[in-house]
């Protein structure tokens, strides 16, 4: 691995996490505080492309085994990227079709939203499963490529929320289509350049046994007590610190009475705080150690949303704005210790279906935060007229999440799941022999 692949990894990772931005920090404002739509629906059109997330175990371990013109990974970052990008465009597009026809919005924007969430489950599982290839375990680049992606990532998210806050002021349609358009240009560019000459070519097509198939790869997962520990860890670490991602921006402007410019500078604040972990997580990971480093951030996450509690019932907007960038600063830190955790969690043999495995937790993870963020709010809305209280619910339940997370995570085992992969996939491949 070199400086200049490291480099393009970090350029797909930024060209595909970019189209999530104008969603989870514009459009879910715009759908919820402006066009009146229910949380809960809006929660379900931003997590329905998550429940796709099988896929990336499925593409994962397929391109383990296939290449597609003599490469196992870039042809799929390429048409994951573009879907991405597309979708997310087509998007804001789409949810104005809620003010002609209930039903055309709906049928339009489950579309969008699919093809958007398809890509960045394709592009995802690809140039991660890339990443944990060239790799090699121990000689620094891992961590190195790591922290370079995700610190690129931050730059870009920053970037990204002050331009669309800057294109949003005054508000309007046009302008949400103009920024919505200068986010799908920007992701095509970095998704084409970042995917050019990355990979090396395959030497030659993977032998294929009785027990390539889908079951037998869920079955290497599951028959792995290790695995599974962490899959459920990574599921509620997700769930705890992503059911705010559709209910934030609203939050700002329901209780605070932001507008939808100052609601999209929030993205930028609290990327400012991960970018900040990010940069100084390397070394602290090195001389602290992951889960150490991992518990930290959540228990900074968790003192993050509880004075963002505060701040909705003080009526301190300013303060608000504190606890984003305090919430940065410990998604950051977990961020990178889980990450280079994960990548710890594979096999050299079957990389996509590992990294397919954790990117399922990812995303069901988000997906059961958003949805059920959202039936909490509205529920609780309605039951008793005060919309902070539905809030209030769902930031508390985020503490006691990570709370939970910190302690399964002193179980889990790098070793120990290492030793099970190995005698599972060779007790597999013996009784397909069979």
């Given at each position: 691995m070199n400086w200049r692949?490291?480099?393009?990894?970090?350029?797909?990772?930024?060209?595909?996490?970019?189209?999530?931005?104008?969603?989870?920090?514009?459009?879910?404002?715009?759908?919820?505080?402006?066009?009146?739509?229910?949380?809960?629906?809006?929660?379900?059109?931003?997590?329905?492309?998550?429940?796709?997330?099988?896929?990336?175990?499925?593409?994962?371990?397929?391109?383990?085994?296939?290449?597609?013109?003599?490469?196992?990974?870039?042809?799929?970052?390429?048409?994951?990227?573009?879907?991405?990008?597309?979708?997310?465009?087509?998007?804001?597009?789409a949810v104005f079709l809620f003010e002609q026809d209930f039903a055309l919005g709906v049928l339009a924007s489950l579309a969008t939203f699919t093809v958007w969430g398809m890509g960045v489950n394709i592009a995802s599982v690809s140039y991660l499963s890339l990443v944990s290839e060239i790799s090699p375990e121990g000689s620094g680049w891992r961590n190195r490529a790591v922290s370079v992606m995700w610190t690129a990532m931050i730059l870009f998210i920053i970037a990204t929320s002050l331009a669309l806050a800057y294109l949003l002021e005054p508000f309007s349609r046009d302008a949400l289509y103009t920024a919505f358009g200068?986010?799908?240009?920007?992701?095509?560019?970095?998704?084409?350049?970042?995917?050019?000459?990355?990979?090396?070519?395959?030497?030659?097509?993977?032998?294929?046994?009785?027990?390539?198939?889908?079951?037998?790869?869920?079955?290497?997962?599951?028959?792995n007590p290790a695995a599974l520990r962490f899959f459920v860890y990574l599921l509620i670490v997700l769930i705890s610190i992503h059911a705010q991602d559709v209910l934030l921006e609203p939050f700002g402007a329901e209780v605070l009475g932001m507008s939808v410019a100052t609601t999209s500078r929030l993205a930028s604040i609290w990327g400012v705080g991960l970018l900040l972990t990010l940069t100084a997580g390397t070394p602290l990971v090195r001389r602290y150690g992951k889960k150490n480093c991992a518990n930290v951030g959540g228990a900074v996450a968790a003192l993050a949303f509880a004075l963002i509690i505060i701040t909705g019932w003080l009526g301190n907007a300013g303060l608000f704005m504190g606890a984003v960038l305090l919430l940065g600063l410990?998604?950051?830190?977990?961020?990178?210790?889980?990450?280079?955790?994960?990548?710890?969690?594979?096999?050299?043999?079957?990389?996509?279906?590992?990294?397919?495995?954790?990117?399922?937790?990812?995303?069901?993870?988000?997906a059961i935060g958003t949805i059920f963020s959202g039936l909490l709010r509205d529920v609780l809305y309605q039951l008793t007229g005060q919309v902070i209280i539905g809030y209030s619910v769902v930031f508390g339940l985020e503490i006691i999440g990570l709370l939970l997370a910190i302690?399964?995570?002193?179980?889990?085992?790098?070793?120990?799941?290492?030793?099970?992969?190995?005698?599972?996939?060779?007790?597999?491949?013996?009784?397909?022999?069979?």
């Open positions: 692949k490291v480099i393009q990894l970090a350029s797909v990772h930024v060209g595909v996490t970019i189209t999530v931005v104008p969603i989870t920090s514009t459009l879910n404002r715009i759908m919820i505080a402006d066009l009146g739509l229910s949380a809960l629906l809006v929660g379900i059109l931003v997590a329905f492309p998550y429940l796709l997330s099988p896929l990336q175990v499925v593409i994962g371990n397929w391109a383990d085994k296939n290449p597609i013109w003599g490469r196992h990974r870039s042809p799929w970052m390429v048409l994951g990227g573009l879907m991405a990008a597309f979708g997310s465009y087509l998007s804001a597009h200068l986010v799908w240009l920007v992701a095509c560019v970095l998704v084409l350049v970042g995917s050019a000459g990355v990979e090396p070519a395959a030497t030659g097509q993977t032998p294929k046994n009785k027990a390539d198939n889908p079951l037998t790869s869920f079955r290497l997962l599951a028959d410990g998604g950051g830190l977990m961020t990178i210790s889980n990450l280079s955790f994960m990548l710890d969690m594979t096999v050299p043999q079957a990389a996509g279906l590992y990294i397919g495995a954790w990117g399922v937790a990812d995303f069901v993870g988000r302690w399964l995570f002193r179980d889990i085992s790098v070793a120990e799941f290492r030793r099970n992969a190995e005698v599972n996939r060779q007790d597999v491949l013996a009784l397909a022999a069979d």
